[in-house]
């Protein structure tokens, strides 16, 4: 029987075991800033990747990121919903020294040179160079929490624990506290999403935390100095019009980055290959199309601009595409599963839930969001086949035969109706399906170029009852 992955790596045997060890290997103490700082400028001299996965920011977010890290700054990120600041937060663990030593059995993983608390400082005491030492990978240097506004103070910094009391000690000991997620993440990034959302009471209890770097728990003055790298995301309208970020807690958060959608088409294609979890091929047009659709909708005076259009929007739209395809490839026992026009329509309808119009649009948003679509294979059409002669395919029709598609028309039928079409490997070079495309592909680009076609009014278009589509003259 197989043996069990494990999320976390194991420690190389060769590590030191003990403080004696730890100091004869010349292991020198980084705080977790100076850590990332130094990590960072061996990246930036080397060229390596420093933000991998991190779409549509080098030039803008980026180096701002990469100053605040520099300079040793906790950072706020502000942007709509489904830019990336998660993702990107989640990176900076890359960044981290790959295993770190710890006390063994320490609570707050503190650093075998600098015991924090007082159970770790006599341990230290009595052991000297055999205190024990255990490793953590950066993977589990990462905290994180989603502000709701039933988060408690006792869950971010810590309380008293009852069964500590309850068993002999002291209600005055430092020992009786139960730390909570910020300690906890000592010597490691913890990141508060949505940082509004939490309550004015509980944002005070970071203060301490963010610049005298101590904790403080129902009335204990604990001066644990604190190693972390505090992050956190916001949406700039919580944080600058309604006000819900206590003014001293802005104040101490060293550098304000702003976030953003990507700027250009490209961008966006990218980022959705990059994202999408496709169930068939989507031909590069059509994935330019969602591209250009989402942006359409994003700058639309229809749609809610204070509520965003994430980028979850496009990546769910291409796998519906995607599925829209295999479900066809299902019903007509098609050998490859290639998605064309036709399966985009299914998009207005299934994802018009993920976006907020304007109070105005009611009852009008499916019709909205076909409109926005249909410019957007119109402008994909003209980028992408421009200038080229598609007399062949307009003739087609020129004696009154009609071309019928859908979603409902499998690959072969359609090819079977269209047979050989003057200008036909120019279309499939700019698409970049090649000289021997595949019979779903050849497909997905002549249905392309008939509704391109239709939409710049050199050919007729009819849709029938039974979800068929029918071009012709």
Known sequence: MPEASTLVPTPPTDLPRTLGELRASGHEFRTVKEELRDNLLDRLRTGAPRFPGIVGYDDTVLPEVERALLAGHDMVLLGERGQGKTRLIRGLIDLLDEWTPYITGSELREHPYQPLTPAMRRLAGETGDLLPVSWLHRSERYGEKL???DTSVGDLIGDVDPIKVAEGRALGDPETIHFGLVPRTNRGIFAVNELPDLAERIQVSLLNVLEERD???????LRLPLDILLVASANPEDYTNRGRIITPLKDRFGAEIRTHYPLEVDLESELIRQEANLSASVPEHLIEVIA????????????????GISARFAIAATETVAASALRRSGLRNEREAV???CDTVSVTSTLRGKVEFDSGEEGREVEVLAHLLRLATAETFRARLAGLDLSGFTELVAEGAIIETGDLVSADELLTQIGTVPGLAKVLDRLGLGDAPSPGQAASAIEFVLEGLHLTRRLAKELTDDGRTLYGS
């Open 215 to 221: 904790i403080q728990v129902r009335g204990y003055q």
């Open 292 to 307: 250009r659709y989402t942006r359409a909708v994003r700058e639309s005076p229809a749609v809610d601009q204070r509520s």
């Open 147 to 149: 502000a709701t506004p």
């Open 339 to 341: 998605a064309r026009v």
